[in-house]
């Protein structure tokens, strides 16, 4: 099934982060940072600070950044050479790189400089999903251009209150959900709403039987487990890490390492599997060929036709 595909999609992510861990976690550390002055990030998480090392803060939620939204942004970015050619999806998976690398350095240095490195793109992602799933809805009306300025206006809104209120994380979390209940209010439209049948009644019910509505429901699920693990995180860091909630040797060790990683893996995953409900009905509506779901180390979406005959937008 498709959501077996994102579980051995994010065994392999886990895997690959092991390996880039261990040898940082297995170094000694004798220069541990002791001053929290150096820590000017407005938020924090479970894995304790310059443990490992003196360099990175965080080493198993810095590796995890690398693992997870880098390959599947670059994975993405190659695959816009094969098909699926519209500039949209290139800029869609450019701020997915972003996201990985801003990640990297925030977990790495917990500075408010890399935080915003972090966050920014997190919400340039939001808004240019945001941008394709209501051209999707309103693809009728041929309001491409309008949409564009409107979203691309309000990234830069969105981006200048961020810059004034960084040192408040409650305003990025205030923009982000904003965007975020756009995506998802969009996205089950896109599922439930759209007239898929009315392109071809045989064509329009295999599409969303066979690549739709597996999507929309893989989407969901990770992102049910990505909502579940953040909160995991911020409910009980303190519980588990410093009162020995849940005992004193697993829950702290899980805690520590594995929590934060989990929550990158499975957003991952659900930002990746977003972009390829956005992908499949954006084709579909152009003609682009007969959308199928295939697995080279995660799910996504291939356009069955000759190449010559893609239509970018």
């Known amino acids: 099934s498709l959501f077996a595909g994102c579980l051995l999609s994010v065994a392999l992510m886990v895997a690959a982060t092991i390996v880039a861990t261990l040898p940082i976690i297995a170094s000694d550390n004798e220069h541990q940072l002791q001053e929290e002055q150096f820590l000017s990030s407005s938020i924090n998480f479970c ?6 090392s003196p360099y990175i ?7 995890s950044s690398l693992t997870c939204y ?14 699926q050619r519209a500039k949209r999806f290139v800029v869609i998976y450019s701020t997915l790189l972003a996201i990985g690398l801003g990640s990297m350095a925030l977990h790495a240095l917990l500075t408010a400089q890399a935080q915003g490195g972090d966050e920014l793109p997190m919400l340039w992602f939001t808004a240019a999903v945001g941008f394709c799933a209501l051209d999707i809805i309103f693809h009728r009306y041929n309001k491409t251009i309008w949409l564009a300025v409107l979203v691309a206006g309000s990234a830069v809104i969105a981006t200048a209150t961020y810059i004034g209120g960084r040192h408040d994380f409650a305003i990025f979390y205030m923009l982000f959900s904003v965007y975020c209940q ?9 599922t439930l709403g759209i007239d898929w049948e009315s392109i071809s009644l045989h064509e329009g019910l295999q599409f969303k039987a066979a690549v739709l509505y597996p999507l929309t429901i893989a989407t969901g699920w990770s992102t049910v487990l990505a909502v579940w ?4 995180e911020m409910l009980y860091c303190n519980a588990v890490m410093q009162d020995g909630a849940f005992g004193v040797v697993v829950a702290p060790f899980v805690w520590n390492r594995v929590v934060h990683p989990m929550w990158h893996f499975w957003s991952g995953m659900l930002a990746f599997l977003l972009i390829q409900v956005l992908v499949a009905a954006h084709g579909v509506q152009r003609g682009w060929g007969t959308p199928a779901i295939e697995w080279f180390g995660t799910p996504f ?13």
């Open 47 to 52: 894995e304790e600070d310059f443990q490992s």
């Open 57 to 63: 803060a965080e080493p198993a939620n810095t590796m």
């Open 70 to 83: 880098v390959p599947l942004a670059l994975f993405g970015l190659v695959s816009t050479r094969h098909g």
């Open 182 to 190: 756009t995506m998802i209010f969009s996205l089950i439209y896109i």
């Open 229 to 232: 693990i953040w909160v995991s």
């Open 301 to 313: 979406v291939v356009f069955r036709q000759d190449l010559s005959q893609t239509k970018s937008q």
